[in-house]
C-alpha cells in the first residue's frame, strides 16, 4: 500500500494550489481520506477529510472557504485544493486512509504518504 502526495511548491501570499493523493495497493473509495500538516516544532494537525460513501467533507476552522478537498474514485486520487494562502500555511502536507471515514483523529488513519512540501512567501 503506497499514498503519494504531491502538488506542493512555492508560492506567494494569495496564490493557490492543488495537492493530490493518489493511492496503489488500496481501493481509495472504501476509505476516509484525509490532509494533515506539519511545520518544524509543532504537531501534525487536521486539516480537512472526505468520506468514502457520500463524499461528506470536515475541515478545520482556519481552512474552511479557503481549501476544498475532492476525491476522483475513478482515479484514486484525492485533491486538496489550496486558495488565498498565506504564509501561516507553510508545511509539509500529508494524505492518509482511514478505514474508519473521515475523522480528523490521526491514529485512526492506517496509511500516510511521504508528504509535499507547501512554502508561502509573504
Known amino acids: 500500500v503506497q499514498l503519494q502526495a504531491s502538488g506542493g511548491g512555492s508560492v506567494q501570499a494569495g496564490g493557490s494550489l492543488r495537492l493530490s493523493c493518489t493511492a496503489s495497493?488500496?481501493?481509495?473509495?472504501?476509505?476516509?481520506v484525509g490532509w494533515f500538516r506539519q511545520t518544524p516544532g509543532k504537531e501534525r494537525e487536521f486539516v480537512a477529510s472526505i468520506s468514502w460513501g457520500r463524499g461528506e467533507r470536515y475541515y478545520t476552522g482556519s481552512m474552511k472557504g479557503r481549501f476544498t478537498i475532492s476525491r476522483d474514485n475513478a482515479k484514486n486520487t484525492v485533491y486538496l485544493q489550496m486558495n488565498n494562502l498565506t504564509p501561516e500555511d507553510t508545511a509539509v502536507y500529508y494524505c492518509?486512509?482511514?478505514?474508519?471515514?473521515?475523522?480528523?483523529?490521526?491514529?485512526?488513519?492506517?496509511?500516510w504518504g511521504q508528504g509535499t512540501q507547501v512554502t508561502v512567501s509573504s
Open positions: 492518509a486512509a482511514s478505514t474508519g471515514g473521515p475523522t480528523s483523529a490521526q491514529e485512526q488513519y492506517a496509511y
Open positions: 495497493g488500496l481501493t481509495f473509495s472504501w476509505y476516509g
